[in-house]
């Protein structure tokens, strides 16, 4: 059965285009243009992963109530924003709604295809059991790659998509400096300085919530970030 | 002209008010002259009229009855009204001669003397004045030969006669008197009278009354006499016998007849009484003065000096504005006159002088004249400094509006306080028309300044449709020929892409310095990673560092201080020739530590001082391919801001590049 990807974007070429582009990847794909449409039909059926735009036609913010709604609905829907805005504050606020990525529409259709296989690669992961060679142990950081999934203390660091593959870049080889282009490539992402710093500082946010003391990603001014264990 | 200097001349034309008053003085001065000399025309006139038919005060001449004045010869009883040859008539005198036969305490006056003769040889002068009871004689006579008396001999005896002075004159009850002075030396003479006893023998006593003293002269002699008045009425004369040896016949000439000695003429003269009636009108400052109607002076009384020492006593100041005041030729004294006529109110007998030092009414003058010009000069002073604290301040108020008004352009944001915007006159409406303005200056700046953001978001989504279009157009089934323009289209698309991702740069810089945290960190590790860094990302450039021994401790973001030096750098490498050394330098003063980027290669141009570091300004013909707005150095500016600093740009020596600083504070 395949798998059915529901597109809400209120732009109707983008709309299509992601849709053409989702279909030629053997996905099933739904498009709505708002979200009274799109809530209607997940009310009936949940698709398997939800590509959601934040304003949708009247709604500037109609995305983020879209994905608050559908979190309601499943825990583990993965649901990805993608839009114009790329400010600090409606990445923050969408990840905080349980996004698991949030993206720009900077992103190229191949980058957003891979992100999609990605996660859902995560899912099937996740109803695996655990495949232990899998997973990436550096110190207390434990990275499982399938499951997309970081650990630090035995303790789930919940990490968005582009925030997992960072770490898992850097982590991979510690010590090593990773520049931002690295990081971006990692990422299947094109960010600008910027975003790639807020990315870091999310990152250090959330394992420091766990640990106070966590200081395994350093800043190498001028040229990136390493891992230190 | 500064408005300071404007308004203190402005202030200085309130000196118009003592030039005013000073006009106002002299008014003032002009009819205080006037009423002054009305009221002194009015006091002569009174005392005038007091004198009235008074010829016994002026002339020693029994007043004639009230009827006389049908007399049929009008002037008979006016004798002293004519001027008779033989008459003589004697100055009124200022101070007492000294009886010493010198006639230099005489006043000199020509035209006083009297002078009789008989030939050429034979020829006398006379002087004659009066002063308080007496009346002084000053004969100069003419004598080749001067001969004394024998002395020791009997006066009355011819053969011991030398040359003798007759004085001859009416006594009060008109009688004639006669009395002779014979000299026996020089000095002192004495008078004797010729008295007949009882028996008809003759004598000459002393007449002690009579005082004289005898000089001689070139050409003759000098005698000097004094006889009380009272002695004397109407007729008076002298003659002069001359000997040529002791016992001859004489020569006699002079005023009286030769042969029974009788008055020839009449001594015209005041009564003594005449000068204490004028000095009870006496008072300090005026002199009152009697003459015949010819203007001889009969009497008078002088207080007119009582009244000086002004000056002495006037205050420095007070002579000062005089000077000011004071019209050259104004007169110092006032005079009136006013006849004195006989009881027929027709003859006139005399006039009545009357002079008055200008020093009171001067006085007067002086004293308004110093209140008042004190009074204004003390209100232009207030004034002009009034005026000139004014400009003061309102050139305080308008410096403060034009620093307000440069400075608020600089900045990020408007000033919120926009000075003297509360003020209610005309400043403070140019100073609210400045804040509007500037703050839709302000306001159109920040659309500015967000217009890349917004233009960036809008572009987005038309520009995704086409980036996706054309990815999916590249997973279909394309003729060769048409991938090239697919080829193109896309790298086109990409280029947009970048461009936008820089236009919303700038935007991103600002959120990530409102979401900033401060910490405190050393710059110096900073900056060194990131000039290695700088050396690996642009190896045809070289860079050196000049930093300091010890550690910089800075509270900020090291993130974005290593965003603004890549924003620097870019800027060096950009303006820099290949191969160039870019210095990268860390100073510290005594408030901030100072990040230097030096580079060689083009002097920045004058006109672009101040505005480098704006949003959306750019001087470069940029020939790259990358797209630049003009951010890199607001980017700077905003960052240095955020530490408390500010960013600038100067030209190296000569010219041979430039060098952007920034000052963090520490």
Redesign the interface.
């Known amino acids: 059965m395949k798998r059915l990807v529901a597109i809400v974007e209120d732009?109707p070429?983008?709309r299509d285009?992601?849709a053409?582009?989702f279909l030629?990847e053997g996905y099933a794909v739904r498009t709505y243009a708002n979200r009274a449409q799109a809530m209607s039909a997940f009310a009936a059926r949940l698709p398997d992963l939800a590509v959601i735009d934040i304003s949708l036609e009247d709604e500037p913010e109609g995305g983020f109530e879209l994905c608050r709604q559908l979190r309601a609905l499943s825990a583990e829907l993965p649901i990805i924003f993608l839009t114009?805005?790329?400010?600090?504050?409606d990445a923050v606020s969408g990840l905080r709604l349980g996004a698991d990525d949030f993206l720009?529409?900077?992103l190229?259709?191949?980058h957003l295809i891979a992100r999609v296989n990605a996660l859902f690669r995560r899912v099937e992961a996740l109803r695996r059991p655990n495949a232990p060679e899998e997973i990436v142990r550096r110190g207390a950081l434990a990275l499982d790659a399938e499951r997309m999934q970081a650990q630090w203390d035995g303790q789930v660091v919940l990490l968005s998509l582009t925030e997992f593959w960072i770490v898992h870049a850097l982590a991979r080889h510690p010590g090593h400096v990773r520049n931002r282009q690295q990081l971006m490539d990692a990422a299947n992402v094109?960010l600008?300085?910027?975003?790639i710093?807020?990315h870091v500082k999310r990152i250090r946010r959330k394992f420091q919530s766990i640990d106070p003391k966590f200081d395994a990603v350093q800043?190498?001014?001028?040229?990136g970030y390493r891992w230190v264990e | 002209m500064s408005l300071r200097l404007k308004l203190l001349l402005l202030g200085l034309a309130t000196l118009v008010l003592p030039w005013g008053g000073c006009q106002y003085a002299r008014e003032m001065e002009s009819a205080l002259r006037e009423g002054e000399e009305n009221s002194l025309q009015a006091v002569s006139q009174t005392i005038a009229a007091s004198l009235q038919g008074r010829t016994d005060l002026l002339y020693r001449e029994a007043p004639r009855p009230a009827d006389a004045a049908d007399a049929p010869d009008e002037n008979a009883g006016h004798a002293f009204l004519q001027s008779g040859p033989y008459d003589l008539r004697p100055l009124a005198l200022t101070a007492a001669p000294l009886l010493d036969g010198y006639s230099d305490d005489w006043p000199h006056d020509p035209s006083a003397w009297a002078y009789f003769e008989k030939d050429d040889r034979h020829r006398f002068g006379i002087l004659t004045g009066v002063y308080e009871r007496m009346l002084y004689v000053l004969l100069e006579v003419r004598d080749e030969h001067p001969l004394f008396d024998a002395p020791g001999t009997n006066p009355l005896d011819p053969g011991s006669f030398g040359d003798r002075v007759w004085l001859g004159f009416q006594d009060s009850q008109g009688e004639e008197r006669q009395v002779f002075l014979a000299a026996t030396g020089p000095g002192a003479v004495t008078a004797r009278r010729i008295e007949t006893g009882e028996y008809g023998q003759q004598s000459a006593p002393i007449e002690p009354r009579i005082h004289g003293a005898w000089q001689p002269m070139s050409h003759g002699y000098r005698m000097e006499l004094r006889v009380p008045l009272s002695m004397l009425g109407n007729g008076f004369g002298v003659l002069v016998d001359d000997r040529d040896a002791r016992g001859a016949e004489p020569v006699s000439y002079g005023t009286l007849r030769s042969d029974d000695l009788h008055t020839l003429g009449r001594l015209i003269v005041a009564a003594p009484e005449l000068s204490s009636y004028l000095a009870q009108f006496m008072q300090p400052g005026l002199k009152l003065a009697v003459t015949t109607p010819s203007g001889r002076v009969l009497a008078r009384a002088d207080a007119l000096a009582q009244l000086t020492g002004l000056g002495s006593e006037t205050p420095v100041l007070a002579r000062l504005y005089r000077r000011f005041v004071d019209r050259p030729g104004t007169r110092a004294l006032l005079e009136s006159s006013a006849p004195i006529y006989d009881r027929d109110h027709k003859t006139l007998i005399g006039k009545l002088e009357v002079t008055q030092t200008a020093n009171r009414w001067i006085r007067l003058r002086d004293h308004a004249l110093m209140r008042m010009l004190n009074f204004s000069l003390s209100t232009s002073a207030v004034a002009v400094s009034l005026m000139f604290a004014f400009a003061a301040w309102l050139a305080l108020r308008l410096s403060r509006l034009r620093q307000a008004s440069e400075s608020a352009l600089t900045r990020t944001g408007l000033v919120t306080s926009f000075p003297e915007t509360d003020a209610r006159d005309e400043l403070g409406d140019v100073a609210r028309g400045f804040s509007t303005l500037l703050q839709r200056l302000n306001e159109y700046t920040s659309y500015l300044r967000t217009l890349a953001g917004k233009l960036a978001h809008e572009i987005r989504t038309p520009l995704t449709i086409v980036r996706s279009s054309l990815e999916n157009l590249e997973s279909e089934q394309v003729p060769p020929a048409a991938r090239t323009y697919l080829e193109r289209a896309r790298q086109g698309s990409e280029r947009l892409n970048a461009i936008l991702i820089a236009m919303g740069a700038a935007t991103r810089v600002e959120e990530a310095i409102g979401s900033a945290e401060r910490v405190s960190f050393d710059l110096l590790p900073v900056l060194q990673s990131a000039v290695a860094a700088y050396r690996g990302a642009f190896p045809e450039r070289a860079f050196r560092t000049e930093l300091p021994a010890e550690a910089v401790v800075i509270r900020g973001a090291p993130d974005l201080i290593v965003q603004m030096l890549d924003k620097l750098i870019d800027n060096a490498v950009d303006f820099s020739p290949g191969g160039a050394l870019i210095t990268v330098r860390l100073r510290l003063d005594a408030q901030a530590a100072l990040i230097e980027v030096d580079n060689p290669g083009p002097a920045l141009p004058v006109q672009v001082e101040g505005r480098l570091f704006e949003s959306l300004w750019q001087s470069r013909a940029g020939t790259d391919s990358r797209p630049h707005f003009g951010l890199g150095l607001y980017i700077v500016r905003l960052i240095a801001e955020f530490h408390g600093g500010e960013a600038s740009a100067v030209n190296l020596p000569e010219g041979s590049g430039a060098r952007f600083v920034v000052r963090l504070s520490r």
């Open positions: 732009e070429a983008i285009n992601y053409a582009a030629r114009a805005r790329d400010s600090e504050l720009t529409k900077d190229s259709l191949a094109v600008d300085d910027n975003t710093t807020s800043t190498v001014y001028g040229m």
